[in-house]
């Protein structure tokens, strides 16, 4: 490791980037071809998130055309999800193994094919198998989206980060708008054939522009033991968060915090050879990305949860209507995401993100506000733009600098850790947010209930303020030594 000029400690990450001529890191070019690259990692993304959604919209037919009831049918759904989470432990070892340029590779494929099973189920039991067949494969592509690009950009990360993410958020609410137009002309068989052509687009111009790594491979012995640790506890947990209410979510997660304290035991143990090497979080920058990405996907996640029941259930607002009333926030999101490499360029990480955290807070004060005093249009937009646009600011520049703190042979490792801390986020601050809603609703008034849950999600908000002032000073373009 080496010591930036504000004394934070850096790694060599540029020094052995081999994708980009050293003139391009002194003069701050982008490296040659990589939108080509980020463009085949977009369209990862997309798919990825978009089945993850698109499917929701389908259950009643579902349902009646695989004459299944709602409780075994919406295991398409749930069956997804988990299985999205069962196989990202294995990412870093499959890149360490077979390079990740063959892992992009297969997980299309993959992901093709099992769409087209989708596709031609006969019954709900053999369409739930095929959907955990394909988030098996969807699991890996946007953590593969974002470290393949990362090993690419090296520093100009938060210039290149935005054509990436932009697509996770559109594809949640491109999905059930898609699913809408599908269902009204053909069947739900539609919906994943129509992954088909695209998948196969996807293939080729990964086959064309992605570049060969077989050079970094680094053979290591598949961690057995830890995957049999790591991926139940993942699963267990995300399934117990969403059942917490019930007994069986209650044990599902008292089994995954058991599965995870042997995980860290053994890994702790293993060393470099673990499943995910824990060594990583004794730096500090990474370690402290890592908690902001947590924190920001679980504000991001239990507002999102909120705030249509809010609008709906406190206000009056038809479900139609709920939609665009959200419509500013998605709006601010993408007013900040095309700017984040030219901001992190002028400005410290530490500066972007806290200043984005800070807008975050306001607006979801302004929620609080406005839940106790009564729904006001021009505020909600107000207050529903500013936690948009602040979340944007907080994202891209956070996984830079966690990218940026480690070795680029540590990458692949580096991206499953920052993604399991993700996923767990959102279930996490979201169960917790509406335990205390349900808590709070058999005593106290509507309005009163909605300002108090909206005034925890400050205090959360407040906690992941705090995590941005530990980001470290430096630019993000600025030279290393």
């Known amino acids: 490791m080496k010591t930036g000029s504000s004394g934070m400690p850096v790694s060599n990450h540029d020094a052995d980037m081999d994708t980009a001529p050293a003139q391009q890191q002194e003069t701050g070019q982008l490296p040659a071809g990589i939108w080509k690259i980020v463009s085949v990692a977009a369209i990862g993304s997309f798919m990825s998130q978009l089945d993850a959604t698109i499917v929701n919209v389908s259950l009643p037919d579902l349902a009646g055309t695989l004459h299944a009831p709602f409780s075994v049918i919406q295991w398409v759904v749930s069956g997804y999800l988990l299985a999205l989470a069962l196989t990202l432990p294995l990412n870093g070892w499959l890149v360490t193994r077979i390079g990740s340029r063959a892992v992009y590779l297969l997980c299309f494929a993959a992901f093709t094919i099992t769409s087209g099973l989708c596709a031609v189920a006969w019954s709900a039991p053999s369409l739930i198998v095929f959907r955990l067949l394909q988030g098996m494969a969807g699991g890996l592509l946007a953590p593969m989206a974002q470290m393949t690009v990362a090993r690419v950009a090296g520093r100009h990360m938060p210039r290149v980060a935005s054509a990436v993410t932009m697509p996770i958020l559109l ?200 839940a106790h005093t009564g729904l006001g249009i021009g505020g909600l937009v107000i207050a529903l733009f500013l936690r948009g646009a602040g979340m944007g600011a907080v994202g891209i520049p956070t996984m830079s600098a966690g990218y940026a703190a480690v070795r680029r042979t540590d990458i692949p490792m580096a991206t499953t850790a920052l993604n399991i801390m993700q996923r767990i986020g959102g279930p996490t601050l979201t169960t917790l947010c509406a335990t205390f809603l349900d808590w709070r609703i058999s005593t106290t008034g509507v309005s009163e209930i909605f300002s108090e849950t909206f005034s925890l999600l400050c205090i959360f908000h407040i906690v992941l303020f705090l995590g941005t002032l530990r980001l470290p000073r430096h630019r993000a373009g600025a030279a290393r030594s």
């Open 171 to 370: 594809a949640p609410l491109l999905g059930p708008v898609v699913a809408g137009v599908i269902l009204s002309v053909a069947s739900w068989r539609w919906i994943f054939l129509l992954n088909l052509p695209f998948g196969l687009l996807a293939l080729l111009l990964a086959i064309l522009f992605l570049p060969d790594d077989q050079d970094t491979i680094r053979p290591r012995p598949l961690d057995v033991i830890g995957l049999a640790l790591l991926a139940p506890a993942l699963t267990a947990f995300l399934y117990g968060m969403d059942h917490a209410r019930l007994r069986i979510g209650q044990t599902a997660l008292c089994g995954a915090l058991l599965l995870f304290i042997a995980y860290f035991c053994f890994a702790r143990r293993k060393g470099d050879l673990a499943l995910i090497d824990l060594r990583l979080f004794n730096n500090a920058t990474f370690s402290t990305s890592a908690a902001i990405l947590f924190m920001m996907n679980g504000v991001s996640f239990a507002g999102q949860m909120l705030l249509p029941v809010w609008l709906i259930h406190a206000c009056g607002v038809s479900p139609e209507r709920t939609g665009l009333f959200i419509l500013p926030l998605g709006l601010g999101m993408f007013c900040t995401y095309p700017l984040m490499g030219r901001l992190t360029d002028c400005f410290s990480i530490r500066r972007l993100t806290s200043c984005g955290a800070l807008c975050a807070i306001a607006g979801t004060a302004l929620l609080a506000v406005l």
